[in-house]
C-alpha cells in the first residue's frame, strides 16, 4: 500500500514484476529494498535493466539488495553494471556484487572479481576467493596462491577449497 503497489495473491509473476519495477522508484529507501528483494525472488530477467539503473541510488542498503537481486537472476546483462560496484565506498555493496558475479560466472564476471583479492574487507576478499574455483582456466592460481597468506583465516581457507575446485574445473593440458 505505501509503495502504491495493488497485487492480486492469484497474479502472474510478470504482473508482479512490474508492480516491483514501479516501487523501486519509491520515496522511501526500504520500499526500494523490498522491490528489489521480491524481482530477485520472482527470478524475471526483464527486470535487470530496472535493477541496475538503481546501483546509483543515494542508500547504499538499496544498492546492496539490486546486486543481491541480480545475482539471484543470474542474467549475465547485469555483468558491467556489477563491476562499477565492486569500487562503491560501502563493503556492503561490494560484497553484494562480488556475490552476484560469482553466481553469474561468466568469463567477464570472473575476470572482475581477480581485482578484489586484495581488497580492505575480510568478507569480500573471502568472496571473491570462493568465486575464483568457477573459473575454467588457471588465470587466478596466482591470486589464490597470494590468499593462502591472507591475514583472514577464512580467507586462506577459502583459498585452499578454490584451489581444489580450480583444479578440477582446468582441463589438464
Known amino acids: 500500500?505505501?509503495?502504491?503497489?495493488?497485487?492480486?495473491d492469484d497474479a502472474a509473476d510478470w504482473v508482479k514484476a512490474k508492480a516491483f519495477v514501479r516501487a523501486l522508484n519509491?520515496?522511501?529507501?526500504?520500499?526500494?529494498m523490498a522491490a528489489a528483494n521480491a524481482l530477485g525472488e520472482l527470478d524475471e530477467?526483464?527486470?535487470?535493466?530496472?535493477l541496475t539503473a538503481v546501483f546509483d541510488d543515494s542508500d547504499p542498503r538499496v544498492r546492496a539488495r539490486a546486486a543481491r537481486?541480480?545475482?539471484?537472476?543470474?542474467?549475465?546483462?547485469?555483468t558491467s553494471p556489477l563491476e562499477s560496484l565492486l569500487t562503491d565506498p560501502k563493503a556492503g555493496v561490494?560484497?553484494?556484487?562480488?556475490?552476484a558475479l560469482g553466481r553469474?560466472?561468466?568469463r567477464q564476471a570472473l575476470q572482475a572479481l581477480l581485482t578484489l583479492y586484495d581488497d580492505d574487507d575480510e568478507r569480500v576478499r573471502r568472496i571473491a576467493v570462493s568465486a575464483f574455483g568457477n573459473f575454467d582456466n588457471d588465470r587466478p592460481?596466482?591470486?589464490?596462491?597470494?590468499?593462502?597468506?591472507d591475514d583472514a583465516s577464512t580467507v586462506r581457507r577459502t583459498a585452499?577449497?578454490?584451489?581444489?575446485?580450480?583444479?578440477s574445473n582446468v582441463p589438464t593440458e
Open 1 to 8: 500500500t505505501m509503495a502504491n503497489v495493488d497485487l492480486d
Open 26 to 32: 519509491a520515496e522511501i529507501p526500504e520500499l526500494r
Open 45 to 50: 530477467s526483464d527486470a535487470v535493466p530496472k
Open 69 to 78: 537481486a541480480t545475482g539471484k537472476i543470474s542474467d549475465p546483462r547485469a
Open 94 to 99: 561490494r560484497r553484494e556484487a562480488a556475490e
Open 104 to 106: 553469474i560466472s561468466n
Open 141 to 149: 592460481v596466482d591470486p589464490l596462491i597470494n590468499a593462502l597468506g
Open 160 to 167: 585452499v577449497f578454490s584451489l581444489i575446485e580450480l583444479l
